[in-house]
C-alpha cells in the first residue's frame, strides 16, 4: 500500500507528456482587435514600392492591442492596394507575449485578416508555472483558442 501511494505522488509530480497529434487550449486574451494600429520598431528597415514590402531587422518589436512580438526579422506584406498590413512574417528568436501567456518559436507567420499567429519550429509557450513544447502553434486570436501539434509535451503544475 505505501508503494502505491508513492507511484500515484510521483506520477501526480512528474511531467506529463502528451504524444498525441495535437492539443487545444487558450492563449492570450481572447477578442485581439486586428483592427488596431500595428506598431514596428527595429534597427533597420528596407522597403520595396514595387512588392508592397517591407523588412525590418535587428531588435524588432511589433506591438498591437495587448499582443507584442520580438524577433531578428519581421517582413511586412501589405494588402494589394497597399493601405493596410495584411501578414507579418516573423524570424529569428521568435516571441509573442498576450497577456500573461508568453511563447517562442523559430518563426511566426501573422495573418491580421484571418486574425491567426502559425508558429513553427520547437514552440515553446509558458503560462504561468505550466509549460508545453510542440512543433508548431496555431493561434485564433478573435477567440483565445489554440492548438499545439507535432509531438506536444507539457509540464503542469497541480497546484494551478
Known amino acids: 500500500m505505501f508503494l502505491a501511494r508513492i507511484c500515484l505522488v510521483l506520477l501526480l509530480f512528474a511531467p506529463l507528456s502528451v504524444a498525441a497529434q495535437g492539443n487545444s487550449f487558450a492563449f492570450g486574451e481572447s477578442g485581439q482587435n486586428t483592427d488596431d494600429p500595428v506598431e514596428v520598431t527595429a534597427d ?34 501589405y494588402s494589394d492596394d497597399q493601405s493596410r498590413i495584411a501578414r507579418l512574417e516573423a524570424s529569428g528568436g521568435v516571441m509573442i507575449i498576450s497577456g500573461a501567456d508568453a511563447a517562442e518559436a523559430q518563426t511566426a507567420d501573422y495573418d491580421i485578416d484571418a486574425g491567426t499567429v502559425v508558429m513553427r519550429g520547437d514552440v515553446v509557450l509558458v503560462q504561468g508555472e505550466n509549460v508545453m513544447n510542440a512543433q508548431n502553434m496555431t493561434v485564433d486570436l478573435n477567440t483565445g483558442a489554440a492548438r499545439m501539434d507535432g509531438r506536444v509535451r507539457t509540464i503542469m503544475n497541480p497546484e494551478n
Open 44 to 77: 533597420t528597415l528596407s522597403v520595396d514600392q514595387e512588392n508592397g514590402q517591407a523588412v525590418f531587422t535587428g531588435n524588432v518589436r511589433a506591438i498591437q492591442g495587448t499582443m507584442k512580438l520580438s524577433a531578428e526579422r519581421v517582413l511586412v506584406v
